[in-house]
């Protein structure tokens, strides 16, 4: 992180940027070159778990475009897959330092493709990932290498396009302004959130996050009233960028954020390492976007974020007001082609007011919940000075008065770093929060509980969680589920679960753990028996159950004969593990594309027919097997 920067500094280098890496571009477009063409994707932008890479060229919705080499260089890297980039290319450029990656391609070229088919025979496998020597398939720029498609995990036929440097990191291609883009549409902005930071924080004398629509004049967006504030606050946007004749939402890869002037931060997505690409969950509001699937980008360095991509002083943008005064925000967004939005408002120092009215119609009391180190609860308001609510937190009495009221309730705020409440009295009810302990990041941790064992590593976390389970078995008299928290706190990496088990499993090597959000649909996630526990490994938080698959794969054969074999595979549970076909005695290949849940052969003597018995073995993850089988004659 580089820290002390002038304002100057920040704007000189988003202003400038562009103008110094759009001189002399080496690369070709390698989709129709020197025609217009159209992008669905663009660096940086925020797709699930990772920041997208790259850009993503339309092809009108087909497949089978001429892919052209970008630049001079050699085939360094070839990998078939049917997830990821499908069929995928990567050509290093060794007169530049840099590799250009083609993905979800149709197919490769001849050369190309018979190289990889021989691969394939010879190791009896679909997937491959291949390093041919630097003498193998050399290039020019504007040899066809390739042919555009929807392998891999692609939602539609286009070319996936990057650039990265000599340490493999994704560079933005639109810095090299290629002339077959056109953009001179200026970022939209849908949103700006503003929270508080900690239990002392204010906005509008209330605590907690809160969004505002502004309005908009052109390519220039104000929030019109000044937003009453105190103590520090985290500023976020929620907003896309578009390109010309495409009505695809792509990221905004350039923002900066000055108060009164002075710089606050700048964000620059030009380069993410793909180690550090799952940042993106503490780069977004990771439990607006899991509850309310709004994507609201932090413009501050939050707890467990690494990225480098900032410009910021020792604040990391944070905002803080303690004083009764006006304050001026505004924050920058451009893309990568230097178009600009604009959006102002002003924040009014105001030191917190016992009463905080809430005019929202639809404003609906809560019991509680957490916000970052913050216990959020809510009761009835008292007549008169307000009621004290009774804390209980490791075996020590507080009592705790309401820190301000909304409408006609009394809102407390405890700190979670002083104890965690076993349970909370109030106005006569009482609260049980159920917290059972703080997780803290960055270091290892085990949390023994009656029916299972938590492991965290060292790496597991971005942040402290303050943690929540359950053990519920009263749902279904045939399942039993292990509730890990719940899926608004981000993982970095993975956390070790061994479920204990009430349920008998007769049937162990067909039983694995699986993730379900609506106890109706169930994700596979594996993991293995250790005597009567049950260990698995996971990223993400939530309700696990222990299911039996005895169920094998369905197969429904599309066309055979001797020139050709194509089937649907299907599995109702545990999901497609492998498969594996022999005609005559021979090994046989399979393409498979799980988004179709098809597979068909590809041959290696192209003029040889198929013929004598046919066998197609099709195993699920916990190895249920169903066969086919005919005669080709």
């Known amino acids: 992180m580089r820290s002390g920067k002038s304002a100057w500094l920040i704007f000189f280098f988003l202003n400038t940027f562009f103008r110094l890496t759009a001189q002399d571009n080496p690369y070709l477009f390698p989709i129709r070159p020197q025609q217009q063409n159209y992008l669905s994707g663009t660096m940086g932008e925020l797709r699930g778990a990772h920041f997208h890479a790259g850009m993503d060229i339309k092809t009108s919705g087909t497949s089978g475009l001429k892919v052209y080499a970008a630049a001079d260089g050699y085939i360094s890297r070839i990998k078939v897959d049917?997830?990821?980039?499908?069929?995928?290319?990567?050509?290093?450029?060794?007169?530049?330092?840099?590799?250009?990656?083609?993905?979800?391609?149709?197919?490769?070229?001849?050369?190309?493709?018979?190289?990889?088919?021989?691969?394939?025979?010879?190791?009896?496998?679909?997937?491959?990932?291949?390093?041919p020597d630097k003498k193998a398939f050399p290039v020019k720029k504007g040899d066809v290498i390739a042919f555009s498609g929807n392998s891999g995990s692609s939602a539609g036929p286009h070319l996936h396009f990057e650039i990265r440097d000599m340490q493999q990191r994704p560079l933005n291609p639109l810095q090299f302004r290629f002339a077959e883009i056109k953009d001179n549409v200026s970022p939209v902005v849908q949103k700006i959130g503003l929270k508080t930071m900690n239990k002392y924080s204010r906005i509008n004398h209330q605590f907690g996050f809160f969004e505002f629509t502004p309005s908009r004049i052109g390519n220039t967006y104000a929030i019109k009233k000044p937003i009453e504030v105190y103590g520090v606050l985290g500023l976020y946007v929620m907003g896309f960028d578009r390109l010309n004749g495409a009505s695809n939402r792509n990221g905004i890869p350039h923002i900066s954020v000055t108060m009164d002037g002075k710089p606050l931060i700048g964000i620059n997505i030009d380069k993410v390492p793909f180690s550090k690409t799952r940042q993106i969950l503490a780069y977004r509001d990771y439990r607006i976007k899991m509850q309310e699937n709004k994507s609201f980008q932090k413009l501050f360095v939050d707890d467990g974020n690494t990225l480098d991509f900032y410009i910021t002083d020792g604040r990391k943008g944070f905002i803080s007001v303690k004083d009764t005064l006006i304050h001026e925000i505004e924050i920058i967004l451009k893309d990568a082609?230097?178009?600009?939005?604009?959006?102002?408002?002003?924040?009014?120092?105001?030191?917190?007011?016992?009463?905080?009215?809430?005019?929202?119609?639809?404003?609906?009391?809560?019991?509680?919940?957490?916000?970052?180190?913050?216990?959020?609860?809510?009761?009835?308001?008292?007549?008169?000075?307000?009621?004290?609510?009774?804390?209980?937190?490791?075996?020590?009495?507080?009592?705790?008065?309401?820190e301000y009221y909304v409408n006609d309730y009394s809102v407390y705020l405890w700190d979670l770093r002083n104890g965690l409440p076993d349970s909370i009295e109030l106005c006569g009810d009482r609260i049980y929060p159920a917290l059972e302990v703080a997780v803290p990041s960055g270091k290892e941790f085990k949390y023994f509980h009656d029916r299972f064992t938590l492991h965290f590593f060292r790496s597991t976390l971005f942040d402290t969680l303050y943690l929540k389970t359950d053990y519920i078995d009263e749902l279904d008299p045939d399942r039993e589920y292990f509730e890990i928290s719940e899926d608004i706190y981000p993982l970095r990496k993975n956390m070790e679960i061994v479920l204990k088990p009430m349920l008998d499993y007769p049937l162990k090597e067909k039983t694995s753990a699986y993730y379900t959000t609506d106890l109706k649909n169930f994700g596979y996630q594996g993991g293995e028996w250790d005597g009567d526990n049950f260990r698995f490994y996971t990223r993400t938080l939530g309700k696990y159950t222990l299911l039996t698959d005895t169920v094998p794969p369905k197969i429904r054969v599309a066309q055979q004969n001797r020139d050709h074999f194509r089937c649907y595979i299907t599995d109702d549970l545990s999901g497609i593990k492998d498969y594996e076909l022999h005609i005559g005695g021979e090994w046989v290949l399979m393409n498979y594309d799980p988004k179709r849940n098809y597979i068909w052969t590809e041959k290696l003597d192209k003029g040889k027919p198929f013929k004598g018995d046919l066998e197609l073995k099709v195993r699920d993850n916990v190895n249920n097997e169903k066969i086919y089988t005919t005669t080709i004659k």
């Open 82 to 131: 049917g997830g990821g980039y499908g069929n995928a290319l990567y050509i290093a450029h060794p007169q530049l330092g840099t590799t250009t990656v083609y993905g979800h391609l149709k197919k490769f070229n001849d050369q190309i493709a018979g190289y990889v088919l021989k691969a394939q025979y010879r190791n009896k496998k679909f997937a491959i990932e291949l390093f």
């Open 337 to 402: 082609y230097g178009n600009a939005s604009e959006v102002s408002f002003m924040l009014k120092g105001s030191k917190p007011k016992v009463t905080a009215m809430n005019d929202d119609p639809d404003f609906k009391p809560f019991r509680y919940y957490v916000l970052d180190n913050t216990l959020v609860f809510m009761g009835m308001k008292a007549e008169t000075n307000g009621y004290f609510a009774n804390i209980y937190a490791d075996r020590v009495h507080y009592e705790l008065p309401p």
